[in-house]
Nanobody, 121 residues
Framework: QVQLVESGGGLVQTGGSLTLSCAFS????????MAWLRQGPGKQREVVAT???????NYADFVKGRFAISRDKAKNTLSLRMNDLKPEDTAIYYC???????????????WGQGTQVTVSS
């Protein structure tokens, strides 16, 4: 069983900062890619930032220069540091990983339950 559990969401004022964390657990064999996505009120889910197994990162234009994705392999966590937050960043943020398991080498997508980020104006 593989689990992704997000934490770190909350309420913050415009211009503030938050750091989201995603803890990976279970019989993970290889992580192919990791990502943070978000879904704002009445909007479709969108990609915020991605990281390859080799550490290559990509960011959506609307967060470039403000957000940073990082990984702690020792702690098996993925983080998203969010600076200069804006009301339009208000959304549920989801952690995603494309990985395979010790007992099933097919790559599959796994999702966390989401964490709410609310930015007040």
């Amino acid at each position: 069983q593989v689990q992704l559990v997000e934490s770190g969401g909350g309420l913050v004022q415009t211009g503030g900062s938050l750091t989201l964390s995603c803890a990976f657990s279970g019989d993970i064999f290889v992580i192919n890619t990791m990502a943070w996505l978000r879904q704002g009120p009445g909007k479709q889910r969108e990609v915020v930032a991605t990281m390859s197994n080799g550490g290559v990162t990509n960011y959506a234009d609307f967060v470039k220069g403000r957000f940073a994705i990082s990984r702690d392999k020792a702690k098996n966590t993925l983080s998203l540091r969010m600076n200069d937050l804006k009301p339009e960043d208000t959304a549920i943020y989801y952690c995603n990983a494309n990985l395979n398991r010790d007992d099933d080498l097919r790559y599959r997508d796994y999702w966390g339950q989401g964490t709410q980020v609310t930015v007040s104006s």
